[in-house]
């Protein structure tokens, strides 16, 4: 069963609820699940125009699913990108990437601020297979020009940062790529196309992990490529049809319906993340405060500019200590001390979260590496949720009472 086609120009928070595939002959009105490994042909003709991509058709769920394709056609819409490829994962999204661009003798530039994962990834594992990396830092621009070099293939950048919320300037970025026929990645994990779209300044493609603020809940994991027809069917299609790197149709139907709510919620966790960080900053426990809402922030009005005026849901701040091992113990004795917010490496849940970046999410990485990141072990990253502020201030105050 058809559906009119929506308007043209519409919201992204319209786009977020309907941005979909057409009902099926049922009429569903919420998108229906379509949980099956396989598709019947009506003949043997059909089937191999189908698998010969002569013809459009669903042939095998790793290929292709009903279900993964509204998710995909949903995201697309609201990152403003003509197409979007769905993952399995955050990070094999960026491997997908990483597949689908790069060969032996590339060069990538990165910034010291990546997530530990995706700097282990790109900078170790495909150092194997010959792809140079260099790392500069996450804002300074003259840094990213004059990494440059003939065979730099992509500059790749998270914005803000995960934990420090460090925030680069997209549209700069993009003209030192082009300048030099290199294409710019944006993870918009942290701000979601509901804060950012950085196609719209100059990305040529955007990285999402659907586990976190596209499905907003903890439930599932997921991962996306967001950009050209090009790039999305031609370069990672291939790819994908051998790797296998495919979102199951039912994480895809629970991320989709996250995608209803994501605006209101990334508004609603904003504006508590923004509270928390004021409050944080009084604390005489407390010695800095990371979060691109505060004008403390170095790239306050570049992340206003770029975030719609909003800093997002994830912030981090420093415990007080006099060395890095007391600041390690101080910032797990906070933690430990806390009874409503929990303690997990997760962010982009409703409820509230906190993590010891230094022995978790960058962990693997050396201390010399931690250190360029400005990762300290007195540092507690707090993914914001949607508890009462009275509350999270109250178990904030058990933690440092604990000190």
Known sequence: ?????????????????????????????????????????????????????????????????????????????????????????????????????????????????????????????????????SYVSQTNVAEWKAAMQPNTRLLFAETPTNPLTDVCDIQALATIAHAGNALLVVDNCFATPILQRPLEMGADLVVHSGTKYLDGQGRVMAGALCGSKALIEDVFGSVMRSAGMTLSPFNAWVVLKGLETLSIRMHAQSQQALALAHWLEAQPQVSRVFYPGLKSHPQHELAMKQQSGLGGAVLSFEVKANSPEQG????????????????????????????????????????????????????????????????????????????
């Open 1 to 133: 069963m058809s559906q009119h086609p929506l308007p043209e120009n519409l919201h992204v928070d319209t786009l977020a609820v309907r941005a979909a595939v057409d009902r099926s002959q049922y009429g569903e009105n919420s998108e229906a699940m379509y949980l099956t490994s396989g598709y019947v042909q009506p003949d043997a003709e059909t089937a191999a125009r189908r698998f010969a991509g002569e013809e459009e058709g669903y042939t095998y769920s790793r290929l292709g699913n009903p279900t993964v394709t509204s998710f995909e056609m949903r995201l697309a819409a609201m990152e403003g990108a003509e197409a979007c490829v769905a993952t399995s994962t955050g990070m094999s999204a960026i491997l997908l990437m990483c597949l689908g661009l790069l060969k032996s003798g590339d060069h990538v530039i990165c910034s010291h601020s990546l997530f530990g994962s995706t700097i282990k990834l790109i900078g170790s594992e495909f150092a194997k297979f010959g792809v140079q990396t």
């Open 328 to 403: 390690r113990e101080n910032a797990f004795k906070v933690m430990n001390a806390m009874r409503t917010v929990s303690l997990s490496t997760n962010l982009g849940d409703v409820k509230t979260l906190v993590a010891h970046p230094a022995s978790t999410s960058h962990g693997r990485l050396s201390e010399a590496q931690r250190q360029v990141a400005g990762i300290q072990q007195a540092l507690i990253r707090v993914a914001v949720g949607l508890e009462h502020l009275d509350d999270l201030k109250a178990d904030f105050m058990r933690g440092f009472q604990a000190l």
